[in-house]
Structures are given as C-alpha cells and as structure tokens.
C-alpha cells in the first residue's frame, strides 16, 4: 500500500506548518513534565517532605490540562471568527513566552512560597497556549486536505508531539550525561526552556506564511460565523464534545503512564540511573513515531472508529502486562512494555486529527475540535500521573495497570458513541 499522498508544494508547506508548531508546543509541554518527574519539586517546593515535594511537582504538571479547555474556548473563539492563521500564531507566542519564564524563574531557595505561585501561573500560560494549538493544527492540515486523505493530513499535527518528546527527552539525556546531579538540579534543567525560544521563532515564521483555510474563507464569504462560537457549539453539540473528551482519554492515560509515572517509579524505585531511562523512552518513542503514519493511512483505508476501537481493546489488554513488565528487573522488558504502550497511544491518537474535526461544522470546528481534545487531557492525563502514584502507593503497580484499562474501555464506548463521519 502507498502511503505517500500526492500533494503541490503548498499542501506540503500546510503539512509542515500544522507539524512544526504542534512539535514545537508539546516539546515546551514535555520538557515541563520530564522536569516535574526529576527536579521540579527539589527547586520549587520546601525539601522537608521529599515525598509531598514529588506530589506537589506532579500536581503542577496537572494544573496547564486545567486551563487547557480554557485555552480552547478563548483560542477557538477567535479561530472561529477571525481565522486559523492568526489565532495559532497566538497560541505558540503564549506558550513559548511562558516556558522562556519557566525557565529562568528563582527557586524555593531565593523566593520562597512566591516561586511555586509564579510557576502555578506560568504553567496555567502554557496550559492556554496549548489549548489553542492542536484544533487550529488539525484543521490546518484537515481542512486542506484532499478528499480520501483527510487522515492522512491530519497525521501530520499527531506526529509534532513524538517529535517535541523525542527532542525534550533527548535535551534532558545529554544534560544528564554532560553535567553531575548536583549542577542539572542548580541551572541544567532550565536550558531546554530557555533554548524553546528559538524554536517559537521559527514556528511563528512558518505560521505567518500561510494562507487561511478554504473551509473557513468559505464560512467567512458567506458571514455564516458565530457571535460566541462556543455558545453556538455548546448549544447543538454538547454530547459530540463530552463524547470526543472521552475518546481522548486512553491517548493522554496511556503516553503520561509510559513517561511520566513511569519515568518517576524507575529511577526512584526500581533505581534505574536517569540516563538510562532517558534512553529507554528515547527508544520507546520511535514506537508512537512509527504507529501514527500507519494508523491514519488505516484509517483512511477502513474508516476511523475501527481503528480507534482496536487500538483501545488492545490499551486494556495492555493494562494487565504493567505490573508484570516493570516489576521484572529486564531493561530489556520495561523497555518493550513502554515502546507498547506508546505504539497503543499512536494507534489510538493518529485518526484523532481527522476523527474530531469532523464531528463539528466548519463554523465552531476551531471550539469543538479543540475544546473535546483539552477536556480530554483532564480526563485521561492531569492528573494521571498523580493518581498513579496513590495507586501504586496504596494497592501496588497491579492497582495502575487496572487504571489503564479502565481509561481504555471507557474511551471504547464514547468512540461508539459518536458518529462514523460527521463534518
């Protein structure tokens, strides 16, 4: 099977846009949650309770999924009113000049209690940002597409964040190697931040290229735009919204399971050295990298709620394998079991792109699209780091496993719900 559409260097140009700026916004989103799961809390938080320290670190990493449905709605107004282009160029300044601050905010040591209040804050800025970047990227990509491959460009926003996690992981690992503890904990941990404003540069060049989307000049030609798009969305597609959120949960619970909980139980409990584990995901990865083509090609092919169904009956059966996998001392097997549970999120993330946007009219796609894609990251991931750390806690690893397949089955029946092909 081909899998290479045939596309003008325009087409092409839209491909990279709706992947550089997804990839840029999630390398931002990725290195804060590898930096929640090593060393947020020692700088951030008062280091007389090191286990409150890595719970505190973990419930700043779930407050940017709060306001990611803000973002949604504020971003998504104006991508449904004013347009596509302008509004994602928006959405990467905000997030870029919130992670630049990040990463030269004081510590706990030189600003006491005001520290983590600032960074609560500057993490909410990049929960906005984000909001506002994946449905202006599908539709970007989908709303461009030729008919038949509207999967397959809207693959391209879905492969930005394995890319952006590649390169976080990949900073955090030479920073590892290069520097001792005691320096990547002083100033090492924020050269990823600081360097992020450089790749927002080119990611707003590349924005402000393009043309805006011949689905929405269309809506603008024929003054078919909505007061308060959220309003008009609210009011006709609630139960799409609510549904597509559920949807979304195995993808956010399944990648947040492999790196972020996952990388915090390693190194601090099965004592697997930083680098080490840096490089297993690194490897693992590839996994999602390799699945998110194949997938949105599928679901081309043989529709998109099969694949999804497939991808989360599999998610739940994987469930069960986490306790067994981590708890068997083989860097070999934890190394597969993450690379499974990231090739799941591919399969189950790819036919995203283009399964959400066309539950939604052209004329609130930007609100619906994107509002049901950051409701889904409060259900499947804000906190998921946090829960599983109760879990393993009070029940054992057995007690996260079971957290995993219940995600999946719940995002089994809301696909179900929604419709095959609705925009």
């Keep these: 099977m081909n899998m290479q559409p045939t596309s003008t260097p325009s087409t092409t140009r839209i491909a990279f846009a709706s992947f550089i700026g997804t990839a840029i916004e999630f390398y931002d989103f990725y290195i804060y949650a590898m930096a929640a799961a090593l060393v947020i809390g020692q700088v951030f938080f008062p280091a007389e309770a090191p286990a409150a320290q890595s719970l505190n670190a973990f419930l700043t990493f779930g407050i940017a999924f709060l306001a990611r449905p803000l973002g949604a709605v504020l971003f998504g107004h104006f991508g449904d009113r004013v347009g596509r282009k302008v509004t994602l160029a928006a959405s990467l300044l905000l997030m ?18 005001w520290a983590p209040v600032v960074l609560c804050l500057l993490r909410f800025g990049q929960g906005l940002g984000l909001g506002g970047e994946w449905g202006g990227a599908a539709l970007l990509a989908t709303e461009h597409a030729p008919e038949g491959r509207r999967a397959w460009f809207g693959m391209f926003p879905q492969l930005g964040p394995s890319v952006g996690f590649l390169l976080a992981t ?98 601090g409990t099965l004592g697997i050295s930083r680098p080490v584990f840096l490089g297993m995901l690194c490897v693992a990865i590839l996994a999602m990298t390799l699945a998110t083509p ?56 790819a036919p995203m792109g283009a399964f959400l946007p066309e539950q939604f009219p052209a004329a609130v796609r930007y609100s619906g699209a994107g509002l049901a894609y950051s409701l889904g990251g409060i259900l499947g991931a804000s906190l998921a780091p946090a829960i599983s750390q109760a879990l393993v806690q009070q029940g054992g690893l057995a007690w996260v496993g079971a957290y995993v397949s219940v995600m999946a089955g719940l995002s089994a029946l809301a696909v179900l719900g929604l419709r095959a092909r609705a925009g």
Excluded at 96 to 113: C, Q, R
Excluded at 199 to 209: A, C, D, M, S
Excluded at 316 to 338: C, D, I, K, N, R
Aim: net charge positive; hydrophobic share 60%.
């Design 170 to 267: 990949l900073s955090f690992l030479g920073l590892s190697l290069w520097l001792t503890d005691a320096e990547f904990k002083a100033w090492g941990w924020r050269v990823p931040f600081i360097a992020s404003a450089l790749l927002v540069v080119v990611g707003l060049y590349v924005r402000f290229t393009l043309a805006e989307t011949p689905a929405f000049a269309a809506v603008l030609a024929h003054k078919a735009t909505h007061t308060l798009p959220v309003g008009a969305l609210l009011k006709t597609h609630a139960r799409a919204v609510l549904l597509g959120a559920l949807a979304m949960g195995v993808c956010y619970n399944l990648f947040y399971t492999a790196t972020v909980f996952c990388l915090s139980y390693g190194t």
């Design 294 to 349: 194949l997938a949105a090609a599928w679901s081309d092919r043989i529709g998109r709620r099969p694949v999804l169904l497939r991808g989360a009956l599999a998610a739940m059966l994987a469930g069960f394998l986490l306790a067994p996998a981590l708890q068997s001392g083989s860097l070999l097997l934890v190394t597969a079991y993450l690379a499974l549970l990231l090739f799941l999120m591919g399969v189950t993330f």
């Design 96 to 113: 870029g000049i919130s992670t630049l601050l990040i990463g030269v905010l004081p510590g706990y040591a030189e600003w006491g209690v």
